[in-house]
């Protein structure tokens, strides 16, 4: 059971259909909102757009991405009911909505959705009272997921899986979410496969052992990520990890060299001050400034890295800044020191087969690639690979992707090393034609740590 919608603030650059990323998209000439890849998609999209068509029309603007999902929503169950399938375990009706537990702030937030959606929803559909209305909101509120494009690079919509909201929460979890988009782009429709919300095991789980998944980013603190829960899904972690605050000490702890630590009030002094520069940098990315924010993020690393502990999630947080912006403007030696950089404080900290890790791995081998640095760039990739194979399945993009890099990359490495006058002439000649390119234009920290579960504005 699915029910997804595209992000508001991207519905022009994503098919609503396959999720898929592209620079040029067929616009639905009837509500001008919906955007598709060409007419296979938009018909296979049309079931779900049919009613959202007119609504929109008749409505005469576009409502947010959480109303345009409940009545999504409510369109599916006026026609098939609250049990769709053999598969289904639970309905939306048993499913928690926490509406009591909201803050006044957020309840004021809520009573102008109900109020939009009554003015989007057609006088022709079903009526619902405003409690059923609130429930579908509060649902999804607190068990809605971030849908990400075809490529796992960006969060581009938000759905519903009503299943997954049976599996709770633990921070250092035995398995994780992942989308798999399915095919929907083949001319023939009896080749398309659904997208489909897969659950999978980060390694072998005992029987009787509960299935869990992380909720919120490990990297956050203990009390940060107690914090989310409560916030977000209005309940008490009280795992391993909070309880015992594991690893909490390297994340934001001081460098030791040859057995001399830092005073307590030097690591202070540096975490303070390297907060306030991720601020100012966070600033310099949205006015998209990218020369002011390597300005910045040097200045600070430059400043704290003698400091702070390479696991320490403010120097983390600036490596990953640096180098995805340095990758960006194509200073690829200075990205790859910083990527890699990053990489190895991730895996002292993350599950060794987290797809953050993964993700990250990948980022990083790619980064040394377009520096040149073939021999580390491979590696990489293969370790993203190996993460990402459990993570993801072997039939997923991302994976296909990867696979067909690291091929490209250990047929380079034997170039390299037969002759590297000839691989380096030959790279130059590709890369003129083909640079190898996985990122965008970069986002906020958070996003390049993007976990599935949706967030609130």
């Given at each position: 059971?699915?029910?997804?919608?595209?992000?508001?603030?991207?519905?022009?650059?994503?098919?609503?259909?396959?999720?898929?990323?592209?620079?040029?998209?067929?616009?639905?000439?009837?509500?001008?909102?919906?955007?598709?890849?060409?007419?296979?998609?938009?018909?296979?999209?049309?079931?779900?757009?049919?009613?959202?068509?007119?609504?929109?029309?008749?409505?005469?603007?576009?409502?947010?991405?959480?109303?345009?999902?409940?009545?999504?929503?409510?369109?599916?169950?006026?026609?098939?009911?609250?049990?769709?399938?053999?598969?289904?375990?639970?309905?939306?009706?048993?499913?928690?909505?926490?509406?009591?537990?909201?803050?006044?702030?957020?309840?004021?937030?809520?009573?102008?959705?109900?109020?939009?959606?009554?003015?989007?929803?057609?006088?022709?559909?079903?009526?619902?009272?405003?409690?059923?209305?609130?429930?579908?909101?509060?649902?999804?509120?607190?068990?809605?997921?971030?849908?990400?494009?075809?490529?796992?690079?960006?969060?581009?919509?938000?759905?519903?899986?009503?299943?997954?909201?049976?599996?709770?929460?633990?921070?250092?979890?035995?398995?994780?979410?992942?989308?798999?988009?399915?095919?929907?782009?083949?001319?023939?429709?009896?080749?398309?496969?659904?997208?489909?919300?897969?659950?999978?095991?980060?390694?072998?789980?005992?029987?009787?052992?509960?299935?869990?998944?992380?909720?919120?980013?490990?990297?956050?603190?203990?009390?940060?990520?107690?914090?989310?829960?409560?916030?977000?899904?209005?309940?008490?972690?009280?795992?391993?990890?909070?309880?015992?605050r594991i690893k909490d000490d390297i994340k934001i702890g001081g460098r030791e060299e040859d057995g001399v630590k830092p005073s307590e009030e030097?690591?202070?002094?540096?975490?303070?001050?390297?907060?306030?520069?991720?601020?100012?940098?966070?600033?310099?990315?949205?006015?998209?400034?990218?020369?002011?924010?390597?300005?910045?993020?040097?200045?600070?690393?430059?400043?704290?890295?003698?400091?702070?502990?390479?696991?320490?999630?403010?120097?983390?947080?600036?490596?990953?800044?640096?180098?995805?912006?340095?990758?960006?403007?194509?200073?690829?030696?200075?990205?790859?020191?910083?990527?890699?950089?990053?990489?190895?404080?991730?895996?002292?900290?993350?599950?060794?087969?987290?797809?953050?890790?993964g993700m990250a791995a990948m980022r990083a081998g790619v980064t040394h690639w377009q520096a040149g640095q073939i021999e580390v760039g491979h590696?990489?990739?293969?370790?993203?690979?190996?993460?990402?194979?459990?993570?993801?399945?072997?039939?997923?993009?991302?994976?296909?992707?990867?696979?067909?890099?690291?091929?490209?990359?250990?047929?380079?490495?034997?170039?390299?090393?037969?002759?590297?006058?000839?691989?380096?002439?030959?790279?130059?000649?590709?890369?003129?034609?083909?640079?190898?390119?996985?990122?965008?234009?970069?986002?906020?920290?958070?996003?390049?740590?993007?976990?599935?579960?949706?967030?609130?504005?």
């Amino acid at each position: 059971l699915v029910f997804s919608d595209v992000c508001g603030g991207l519905s022009e650059r994503i098919c609503h259909s396959c999720f898929r990323r592209q620079e040029k998209l067929q616009r639905c000439g009837q509500c001008k909102f919906a955007h598709y890849c060409d007419r296979t998609c938009q018909r296979a999209g049309w079931a779900e757009h049919k009613l959202e068509c007119s609504a929109i029309k008749a409505y005469g603007k576009v409502p947010n991405e959480n109303i345009r999902l409940v009545a999504r929503i409510m369109w599916r169950l006026d026609k098939e009911g609250s049990t769709v399938s053999d598969m289904q375990l639970t309905t939306l009706d048993e499913l928690e909505d926490h509406i009591a537990d909201m803050p006044e702030d957020d309840l004021k937030e809520l009573k102008v959705d109900i109020h939009n959606f009554l003015d989007y929803w057609p006088h022709n559909s079903k009526q619902h009272t405003i409690d059923d209305i609130s429930h579908i909101f509060g649902v999804i509120n607190c068990n809605g997921f971030s849908v990400s494009d075809q490529r796992g690079l960006q969060a581009v919509g938000v759905g519903l899986f009503p299943n997954l909201c049976l599996v709770n929460h633990d921070c250092w979890p035995n398995c994780t979410v992942i989308l798999n988009h399915g095919n929907q782009s083949a001319v023939n429709t009896m080749f398309h496969s659904q997208r489909r919300i897969e659950l999978r095991a980060l390694g072998k789980i005992a029987e009787g052992e509960e299935l869990t998944v992380a909720y919120v980013d490990f990297l956050n603190l203990s009390e940060e990520r107690q914090r989310l829960l409560k916030t977000q899904y209005f309940f008490d972690c009280t795992c391993e990890h909070c309880k015992n605050r594991i690893k909490d000490d390297i994340k934001i702890g001081g460098r030791e060299e040859d057995g001399v630590k830092p005073s307590e009030e030097q690591v202070k002094e540096a975490t303070d001050y390297c907060f306030q520069m991720l601020e100012k940098m966070e600033k310099a990315r949205l006015n998209g400034d990218y020369h002011e924010v390597v300005k910045i993020c040097r200045e600070c690393i430059e400043k704290t890295e003698p400091v702070l502990a390479d696991t320490h999630i403010y120097l983390l947080r600036m490596w990953s800044t640096m180098s995805e912006v340095q990758a960006y403007l194509q200073y690829f030696d200075d990205a790859a020191d910083y990527a890699r950089k990053m990489v190895e404080g991730y895996m002292k900290l993350y599950h060794p087969n987290n797809a953050a890790l993964g993700m990250a791995a990948m980022r990083a081998g790619v980064t040394h690639w377009q520096a040149g640095q073939i021999e580390v760039g491979h590696g990489m990739i293969c370790k993203a690979y190996a993460i990402l194979m459990i993570t993801h399945g072997p039939i997923h993009p991302i994976t296909k992707d990867l696979d067909a890099m690291r091929i490209q990359t250990e047929m380079e490495l034997r170039m390299f090393k037969q002759n590297e006058y000839v691989y380096h002439s030959m790279r130059e000649a590709a890369l003129k034609n083909k640079p190898m390119t996985m990122m965008h234009e970069p986002k906020s920290v958070e996003e390049g740590i993007k976990n599935l579960f949706h967030r609130r504005k």
